[in-house]
């Protein structure tokens, strides 16, 4: 009987669980939670089958068609999404030099226009000017997951690099890393709601991967370490041990 009662318990605890997650689907407010919360709602098919991405930009600061194209494979070569659509909106908002994660947070909530649904899940991005208001002064910020389906791009700071000539032609294959890493933070890397099969954690330095050929390798986020680190032709892939934790995940 006491066995009996403990089963009928865990399941009516996964009922309410259930029930509260579609209620936050309802109410608009599944995109509130922390960095890593909806790892695998976005790599799996098992609850949104469909995925749309929310891309607002800043006047000038307009991602590229080749970076959104990169974006739109990485996201299928990464999750089990039937359909992937990405809209990309100018907004006219007050620009400042320099945004907080609590300013950029604002900005989305009133700007905001797509949210998941019942089969959907909706993530939003946003292009800005301006810089991080954490920078320090040797270490620029480029970009940051700060929600469980949302990311900024610091497109001026990017930009940057082909300004100072830094990067010239690779300035597209930075963004497309960038953008890359930051929604590998939504997906749940490193040890952010996709639980790590083989220690690879750079816990020193963040959610980020101990290998340095791996995409969530932590000199990306960063100018001062990104100079060094960005030396190839081509955008770094994640590690197979990231790979492995995605796919144990929900994920391919």
Do not use: W
């Not at 000038?60 to 659509?85: C, G, H, M, W, Y």
């Not at 294959?173 to 960038?178: G, P, Y």
Request: aromatic letters at 10%; charged letters at 25%.
């Amino acid at each position: 009987m006491k066995k009996l009662f403990k089963y009928i318990l865990v399941l009516n605890v996964l009922i309410i669980s259930c029930q509260s997650e579609d209620d936050l689907v309802k109410n608009n407010s599944y995109h509130l939670k922390e960095v890593g919360y909806s790892a695998r709602d976005i790599l799996s098919n098992e609850k949104f089958t469909d995925i749309f991405v929310e891309i607002l930009y800043v006047k000038d600061f307009k991602p590229s068609n080749e970076v959104l194209a990169s974006f739109k494979n990485f996201i299928s070569e990464r999750t089990f999404k039937s359909n992937i659509n990405i809209e990309t909106k100018l907004i006219d908002i007050p620009l400042e030099s320099s945004y907080s994660i609590n300013k950029i947070r604002s900005i989305e909530d009133e700007n905001r226009t797509k949210f998941s649904t019942e089969n959907e899940l909706a993530i939003f991005i946003l292009y800005l000017n301006g810089a991080s208001s954490n920078n320090e002064e040797d270490s620029l910020i480029l970009g940051t997951a700060y929600r469980n389906t949302s990311f900024v791009i610091f497109k001026e700071t990017t930009d940057s690099f082909s300004d100072s000539n830094l990067f010239g032609e690779k300035n597209t294959i930075l963004e497309s890393a960038i953008v890359r890493h930051e929604f590998s933070h939504l997906l749940g890397l490193v040890n952010v709601g996709t639980p790590i099969i083989e220690n690879h954690h750079d816990s020193a330095n963040g959610a980020h991967c101990t290998s340095e050929n791996c995409l969530m390798y932590y000199k990306m986020e960063r100018m001062n370490t990104v100079v060094n680190f960005f030396d190839q032709e081509k955008i770094p892939e994640l590690d197979a041990f990231c790979l492995q934790d995605l796919r144990s995940n929900g994920g391919r």
